[in-house]
């Protein structure tokens, strides 16, 4: 899809086959690639690490820890980059959002440490799974749930209940599940620093379904999360060498660029088909990923 | 965050707002800096080593001149691309440090121990990630 000759010859001769691509065109691919996968990133609000580091592995044969480092930055940039347009909007909750971070960065810390310990093909295949469940998860028909009336004894105490504009004004909220969403915050930070991903579906996940916050406010909230997981775990593996400057300038310009044009279009677009499609590409690359990994080629 | 001085009970949540969305501006502009930085040093990487051929399908991890932010600035100074590309960097992983940052002031602003300590502690975290190790 980027580079059709690199991706037919890497089938039929394995690995090795980049040679021919000096640093101009290989630039130029990994930026082009990662400029379309923040676009679709943004449109489909699927993020665009999650095609990033499938894309570096398995197309550019780049090793899968350089692919990690420089997703996680691409993840930074463009969660910060959008902070002031979703915070201008009135929804996301900065108490929750920092009460979790104190769970998501220790997981992230935690998770880039495993990084560093397990091997490529392990990374490979429980990347693949997250790939598989993430295109699951945005697939399937969202459980409406009404806004929560009575928090509970813990998420009282830490004054976690907000409001959030509707269409008949402010509407308050309260948030139950303090314990479960807590753990699911642990989780989708290691799998973040594991991973080199924003983990912004699980995030969601742990708010929207097991802490019952309402919909919008846990994806803003959640995407002003992402930026402080990933930069848990980008210290990290900036002092372990995994963050090359060569591959990294790309994807992250790439992605930065691209996710704000799929913002800017995201108004205006038709994102149901795209959405559709994105989970179709998610969950071959997912497979392709564990089969990878299964067979130990990457 | 000096426009902070109404306090009426009603107002907080709305100043809450205020604050984040000067926040958010902040971290935009640090991101549009780093970029800037990313891209400056990426010219100068191609036309520099354009034509050579990459290697990245074997981990070797980066040299220590990469690694370390203190080396980092060295080899900027030398006008060195790769440096220059990683302080770009360095500048993007800064960005949601210096946020968590801004939002312990902020709830100190308000008063709101609690979530000072709470944000105290992340920032913590970060700084141990970043710092640990090197």
């Given at each position: 899809m980027y580079n059709p000759y690199t991706f037919r010859d890497a089938i039929e001769h394995g690995a090795n086959c980049e040679r021919a691509m000096n640093v101009w065109e290989f630039t130029g691919l990994v930026g082009l690639g990662s400029l379309l996968a923040g676009f679709l990133g943004a449109l489909t609000g699927l993020g665009g690490g999650v095609v990033v580091v499938p894309m570096l592995a398995l197309l550019f044969h780049v090793d899968i820890k350089y692919a990690i480092g420089a997703s996680l930055v691409s993840v930074i940039a463009t969660s910060s980059g959008a902070a002031a347009a979703y915070v201008r909007e009135g929804y996301s909750n900065i108490r929750i959002g920092m009460f979790l971070e104190t769970a998501t960065t220790v997981g992230a810390i935690a998770g880039a440490v495993i990084a560093l310990h397990v091997s490529t093909s392990a990374i490979a295949v429980v990347f693949g799974l997250v790939l598989?469940?993430?295109a699951y998860l945005s697939s399937r028909h969202r459980l409406e749930h009404g806004p929560q009336l009575q928090s509970s004894k813990l998420a009282e105490k830490l004054r976690l209940g907000g409001s959030y504009p509707t269409s008949e004004g402010m509407q308050r909220y309260a948030v139950t599940g303090?314990?479960?969403?807590?753990?699911l915050m642990f989780l989708a930070g290691v799998l973040s620093g594991l991973l080199g991903i924003g983990s912004g579906a699980v995030k969601v996940l742990a708010m929207d379904q097991a802490m019952k916050i309402p919909f919008k406010v846990s994806t803003t909230t959640s995407n002003f999360m992402i930026g402080v997981t990933a930069a848990a775990s980008a210290g990290l593996y900036l002092n372990r060498g995994y963050i090359a400057p060569g591959i990294t300038m790309p994807v992250m310009l790439g992605v930065l660029a691209g996710s704000m044009?799929?913002?800017r279009v995201l108004v205006k677009a038709k994102v149901k088909a795209l959405r559709y499609l994105f989970a179709v590409v998610i969950v071959a690359l997912g497979i392709e990923m564990i089969f990878n990994g299964v067979t130990g080629r990457l | 965050m000096s426009d902070k001085t109404a306090s009426t009970p009603a107002a907080g949540s709305w100043n809450d707002q205020r604050i984040e969305v000067i926040i958010g501006t902040l971290l935009r502009t640090g991101v549009i800096l780093a970029a800037a930085v990313i891209l400056f040093g990426g010219v100068l990487y191609l036309t520099r080593h354009g034509r050579e051929v990459p290697s990245y399908n074997a981990f070797h991890g980066e040299p220590e001149s990469l690694k370390n932010p203190v080396e980092v600035f060295h080899g900027v100074?030398?006008?060195s691309a790769r440096a220059i590309i990683q302080l770009?960097?360095?500048?993007?992983i800064a960005t949601p440090v210096a946020r968590v940052a801004f939002s312990a002031a902020a709830f100190g602003i308000e008063r709101d121990w609690m979530y000072v300590v709470i944000t105290?502690?992340?920032l913590v975290i970060l700084l141990y990630s970043l710092f640990a190790s090197s």
């Open positions: 598989l469940y993430s303090v314990p479960a969403g807590y753990g044009l799929g913002a | 100074l030398g006008m770009g960097l360095l500048l993007l105290l502690i992340v």
